[in-house]
């Protein structure tokens, strides 16, 4: 994902009239350091955050630094490797402190793959579902109290 530095978002905090994707006003929602694409963009906080995930998967389900995009059950993931770290927007702290099981549905021989720490970044809505499908099936949640 591409942020821009919240230190460099001059206007941050002021909002976008209205959404030039889905003609939402826009007003009620924090900027948190992305201001100013939203600002040059037109869109409102929800469509950049998801034309942001379309990206990724035009990437192959991956971001700019490789790491793997799991979308299962209508949910949007991140997970990294120790190498990889977690993206820089969200820092360690966001991190699930889980462990995600889950077998990508393209894998004929439906190896479980066992994420590192993850990221759930939403419930993909149902307008985007077509353009966001599945593209893994979880084996198993994570542990409860985990997120
Ligand atoms: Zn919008």
């Known amino acids: 994902?591409?942020?821009?530095?919240?230190?460099?978002d001059a206007d941050a905090g002021?909002?976008?009239v209205s959404c030039t994707l889905c003609g939402r006003p826009d007003g009620?929602?924090?900027i948190h350091g992305i201001g100013a694409r939203m600002r040059r963009d037109q869109v409102c906080y929800s469509c950049d955050w998801w034309r942001t995930c379309r990206?990724?998967?035009t990437l192959g389900d991956r971001d700019d630094d490789g790491r793997r995009i799991?979308?299962?059950g209508g949910r949007h993931y991140m997970t990294w490797t120790p190498e990889q770290g977690p993206p820089p927007?969200?820092?360690e702290s966001s991190?699930?402190?889980?462990?995600?099981?889950y077998v990508l549905l393209d894998d004929p021989t439906a190896t479980v793959i066992e994420s590192g720490p993850y990221w759930m970044m939403g419930s993909i809505p149902d307008s985007l579902r077509d353009v966001l499908p599945d593209n893994a099936?979880?084996?198993?949640e994570p542990a409860r109290g985990a997120r």
């Not at 994902?1 to 460099?8: A, G, H, L, N, V």
């Not at 099936?137 to 198993?140: F, P």
């Open 1 to 8: 994902m591409t942020i821009e530095s919240p230190d460099t």
């Open 14 to 16: 002021s909002r976008v």
């Open 28 to 30: 009620s929602e924090p």
């Open 55 to 57: 990206r990724y998967r």
């Open 70 to 72: 799991v979308r299962a």
């Open 89 to 91: 927007e969200i820092g």
């Open 95 to 101: 991190a699930g402190p889980g462990t995600l099981y």
């Open 137 to 140: 099936r979880i084996v198993r």
